[in-house]
């Protein structure tokens, strides 16, 4: 069973930053794109970065871009989001997601395991 666990998530201020960690089943990890998707109350949840398998090549929401940033540690089975000058349109839950499959993908569909997410707020 592959199982993916977030930390890292509290109240900031703005401007602020925050370390996201996620850490997965070592068995899947390796070889696996993974991502960050978030969900405001009341919104969809959306897209926010992605990482390739050896983490080579990212990709990232416009409106993160900049600002946030992805990683990953294979060696830990671990993926990291790096959020800097955090604002409060920021606030959200943050799911870490993997995907059966090395290449980064930006589509919700494209993620087969989730996590339980972590909560990230941003005051004005």
């Known amino acids: 069973q592959v199982q993916l666990v977030e930390s890292g998530g509290g109240l900031v201020q703005a401007g602020g930053s925050l370390r996201l960690s996620c850490v997965v089943s070592?068995?899947?990890?390796?070889?696996?794109?993974m991502a960050w998707f978030r969900q405001a109350p009341g919104k969809e949840r959306e897209f926010v970065a992605t990482?390739?398998?050896?983490?080579?090549?990212?990709d990232y929401a416009l409106s993160v871009k900049g600002r946030f940033t992805i990683s990953r540690d294979n060696a830990k089975s671990t993926v990291y989001l790096q959020m800097n000058s955090l604002k409060p349109e920021d606030t959200a839950v943050y799911y870490c997601?993997?995907?059966?499959?090395?290449?980064?993908?930006?589509?919700?569909?494209?993620?087969?395991?989730w996590g339980q997410g972590t909560q990230v707020t941003v005051s004005s």
């Open positions: 997601a993997q995907r059966l499959g090395p290449f980064i993908a930006t589509n919700i569909n494209d993620y087969n395991y």
């Open positions: 070592p068995r899947t990890f390796s070889n696996n794109a």
């Open positions: 990482i390739n398998w050896n983490g080579g090549r990212t």
